[in-house]
């Protein structure tokens, strides 16, 4: 495209600049489908077909390994679409302005846009959303609902003032500002199935964003890792055993490592629950290795699904000196996975594959499952 912009930040490398006039616009510029996109900080890129989304994504990822990564020519597949462009999250924070009205940040600042409807969320998360009082009293309020097992939840995290709970057939959860959390109505246990397996989880807890968003993850994580029988694999950063599950059923020796012990004790619930043998260990993912390193049996085969942070330098290095046949790399922060990418590389790794995954259309973000191999 041709822009008329302004610049707004001017650094010695790089420039930021909002767009003033869209002067010749692309052929991929569409009109975004949701009628606050222009102030809702929650969508970036609604203005853009979805089919040029992913090509834009796969180009940040290559773009990410080859400059941060010092990866030349990275071996990156084409960015693959899972499940629908709008409609798809089963998980939704909302937030409370000043009036008690709920809804998304404006772009760039915490002033809140209200939102009676949000176009990314299921139409189970909305049913839910319409039931809510907006003077409720509460200062966030996130939304799940998982319709595969109609199960679903509402966490408050009550504001200053006096709090109303709203009625409807879902749980309830209470969290407080120092991230405690307790259910006031119902378990505050939700479920979700990704193929064969069910998956049980605190309502606080981390899980993908959609069944088809888990699915599309454990897929590729199993193509990566290939014929893993009899091998021993670690699960690092497991949360709540979404890859520890098929691995292990897949004849993999499991040992999953999970630093949030509400999280690492749904691991072992889950896999003791589907009948299969994982050894979860909650704890540090850094000192576990360390205690490796000191006696316990290397792996054969390791994934890892770190924090946006990425997994770091001490970790990656200390996993490169374990020799791992193959290190697959979850990531959903591409520059994190690429400096991870650079230390690994500079320590006789190299990427054979990386595969990214539109898990969240309409947004920048891009999930990416990369393969690491030694190269001696």
Same mark, same amino acid.
């Given at each position: 495209?041709?822009?008329?912009?302004?610049?707004?930040?001017?650094?010695?490398?790089?420039?930021?600049?909002?767009?003033?006039?869209?002067?010749?616009?692309?052929?991929?510029?569409?009109?975004?489908?949701?009628?606050?996109?222009?102030?809702?900080?929650?969508?970036?890129?609604?203005?853009?077909?979805?089919?040029?989304?992913?090509?834009?994504?796969?180009?940040?990822?290559?773009?990410?390994?080859?400059?941060?990564?010092?990866?030349?020519?990275?071996?990156?597949?084409?960015?693959?679409?899972?499940?629908?462009?709008?409609?798809?999250?089963?998980?939704?924070?909302?937030?409370?302005?000043?009036?008690?009205?709920?809804?998304?940040?404006?772009?760039?600042?915490?002033?809140?846009?209200?939102?009676?409807?949000?176009?990314?969320?299921?139409?189970?998360?909305?049913?839910?959303?319409?039931?809510?009082?907006? $003077?409720? !009293? @509460?200062?966030? =309020? &996130? *939304?799940?609902? #998982?319709?595969?097992? /109609?199960?679903? %939840?509402?966490?408050?995290?009550?504001?200053?003032?006096?709090?109303?709970?709203?009625?409807?057939?879902?749980?309830?959860?209470?969290?407080?500002?120092?991230?405690?959390?307790?259910?006031?109505?119902?378990?505050?246990?939700?479920?979700?199935?990704?193929?064969?397996?069910?998956?049980?989880?605190?309502?606080?807890?981390?899980?993908?964003?959609?069944?088809?968003?888990?699915?599309?993850?454990?897929?590729?994580?199993?193509?990566?890792?290939?014929?893993?029988?009899?091998?021993?694999?670690?699960?690092?950063?497991?949360?709540?055993?979404?890859?520890?599950?098929?691995?292990? $059923?897949? !004849? @993999?020796?499991? =040992? &999953? *490592?999970?630093? #949030?012990?509400?999280? /690492?004790?749904? %691991?072992?619930?889950?896999?003791?629950?589907?009948?299969?043998?994982?050894?979860?260990?909650?704890?540090?993912?850094?000192?576990?290795?360390?205690?490796?390193?000191?006696?316990?049996?290397?792996?054969?085969?390791?994934?890892?699904?770190?924090?946006?942070?990425?997994?770091?330098?001490?970790?990656?290095?200390?996993?490169?000196?374990?020799?791992?046949?193959?290190?697959?790399?979850?990531?959903?922060?591409?520059?994190?996975?690429?400096?991870?990418?650079?230390?690994?590389?500079?320590?006789?790794?190299?990427?054979?594959?990386?595969?990214?995954?539109?898990?969240?259309?309409?947004?920048?973000?891009?999930?990416? =499952? &990369?393969?690491?191999?030694?190269?001696?």
């Amino acid at each position: 495209e041709r822009v008329l912009v302004e610049v707004v930040e001017d650094h010695k490398r790089w420039a930021r600049a909002r767009v003033v006039t869209v002067m010749d616009a692309s052929a991929d510029r569409v009109a975004p489908p949701c009628p606050v996109y222009k102030d809702c900080g929650g969508c970036d890129l609604q203005h853009i077909a979805p089919t040029a989304q992913r090509r834009l994504k796969t180009r940040v990822v290559v773009e990410q390994l080859e400059r941060l990564g010092g990866i030349v020519g990275p071996a990156v597949a084409e960015c693959r679409a899972v499940g629908p462009d709008v409609r798809y999250r089963t998980n939704v924070q909302f937030h409370s302005d000043e009036r008690g009205r709920l809804g998304f940040y404006r772009r760039g600042s915490h002033d809140v846009v209200p939102v009676a409807d949000c176009l990314v969320a299921t139409e189970a998360v909305g049913r839910i959303r319409h039931q809510l009082t907006d $003077a409720g !009293g @509460a200062d966030r =309020v &996130a *939304v799940r609902a #998982h319709d595969a097992t /109609a199960t679903s %939840a509402v966490i408050i995290t009550p504001g200053p003032g006096g709090l109303t709970l709203p009625d409807g057939n879902f749980d309830v959860v209470l969290e407080q500002p120092d991230g405690s959390a307790a259910p006031i109505r119902g378990t505050g246990v939700l479920a979700e199935t990704v193929g064969p397996h069910r998956f049980e989880f605190d309502a606080t807890a981390f899980f993908q964003v959609s069944p088809a968003a888990a699915t599309a993850l454990t897929d590729a994580v199993m193509s990566a890792v290939g014929d893993v029988s009899g091998a021993l694999v670690w699960d690092l950063y497991a949360g709540v055993g979404l890859f520890s599950l098929p691995l292990a $059923a897949a !004849g @993999a020796e499991v =040992v &999953a *490592v999970e630093s #949030h012990r509400q999280a /690492a004790a749904a %691991a072992q619930h889950n896999a003791d629950a589907n009948q299969l043998a994982v050894s979860v260990h909650p704890g540090d993912v850094s000192s576990f290795i360390s205690a490796t390193i000191s006696g316990i049996d290397a792996p054969d085969v390791v994934v890892l699904d770190p924090p946006r942070s990425g997994a770091g330098s001490a970790v990656i290095k200390q996993l490169a000196k374990l020799r791992p046949a193959a290190i697959v790399y979850v990531a959903c922060d591409v520059a994190a996975l690429a400096r991870d990418a650079r230390t690994l590389t500079s320590h006789n790794y190299r990427l054979s594959a990386a595969q990214p995954l539109d898990l969240f259309p309409m947004t920048h973000h891009i999930e990416v =499952v &990369a393969t690491f191999v030694p190269s001696l």
